[in-house]
T-cell receptor
Framework: DAGVTQSPTHLIKTRGQQVTLRCSPK?????VSWYQQALGQGPQFIFQ???????QRGNFPDRFSGHQFPNYSSELNVNALLLGDSALYLC???????????????FGPGTRLTVL | LAKTTQPISMDSYEGQEVNITCSHN???????ITWYQQFPSQGPRFIIQ???TKVTNEVASLFIPADRKSSTLSLPRVSLSDTAVYYC????????????FGPGTSLSVIP
């Protein structure tokens, strides 16, 4: 049973560039959430996708956008990269209808983004 | 905001029981308490979740007092492989934008 996969593993970009990160959810999962984790800090929620629409969003600027495809995979796009965007970007998947109110999230290994 | 407070770090010897306490004074009625474990360069891994009293699974126990303003994750007989960062989260699936991971508790298990 394949877990959550993310690509690429590592990425180096320069300020002002754009980047696209990809995530394939755990088999059978339909909800994908993205998190940003700076070094030494806990993950910060960016947004969540369900049924190909952004359902919830954290305190991140519009430079951060995403997409979910019919097969439930997802992309995170970041435009006009800043040095402060350097972080580990985590994708987590869950199943919408699973109870209780908080669905167990399965995290991928992350994409390490370095902005120079 | 469902903010939580945990110790920044803890040390323990192998074979001991470790208890990590999390404070969440403004927990809402519908909020659940969830704990995750994270190893370096990996994504967090779900450990346990509860609403009240005590929950136990194959890896940990979660103790929640009646007022639910705190919770304690208990790891029995830790080993070196339990060295990781442990996060306490409070919220519901409809409030992910308000769930704050925080810096977590860095647990170091000593031989």
């Amino acid at each position: 049973d394949a877990g959550v996969t993310q690509s690429p593993t590592h990425l180096i970009k320069t300020r002002g560039q754009q980047v696209t990160l990809r995530c394939s959810p755990k088999s059978g999962h339909d909800t994908v959430s993205w998190y940003q984790q700076a070094l030494g800090q806990g993950p910060q929620f960016i947004f969540q996708y369900y049924e190909e629409e952004e359902r919830q969003r954290g305190n991140f600027p519009d430079r951060f956008s995403g997409h979910q495809f019919p097969n439930y995979s997802s992309e995170l796009n970041v435009n006009a990269l800043l040095l402060g965007d350097s972080a580990l970007y985590l994708c987590a998947s869950s199943l919408e209808v699973a109870g209780p109110p908080v669905n167990e999230q399965f995290f991928g290994p992350g994409t390490r983004l370095t902005v120079l | 905001l469902a903010k939580t407070t945990q110790p920044i770090s803890m040390d323990s010897y192998e074979g001991q029981e470790v208890n990590i306490t999390c404070s969440h004074n403004n927990i809402a009625t519908n909020d659940y308490i969830t704990w995750y474990q994270q190893f370096p360069s990996q994504g967090p891994r779900f450990i346990i979740q509860g609403y009240k009293t005590k929950v136990t699974n194959e890896v940990a126990s979660l103790f929640i007092p009646a007022d639910r303003k705190s919770s304690t994750l208990s790891l029995p007989r830790v080993s070196l492989s339990d060295t990781a960062v442990y996060y306490c989260l409070v919220g519901t699936k409809t409030s992910y934008d308000k769930v704050i991971f925080g810096p977590g508790t860095s647990l170091s298990v000593i031989p």
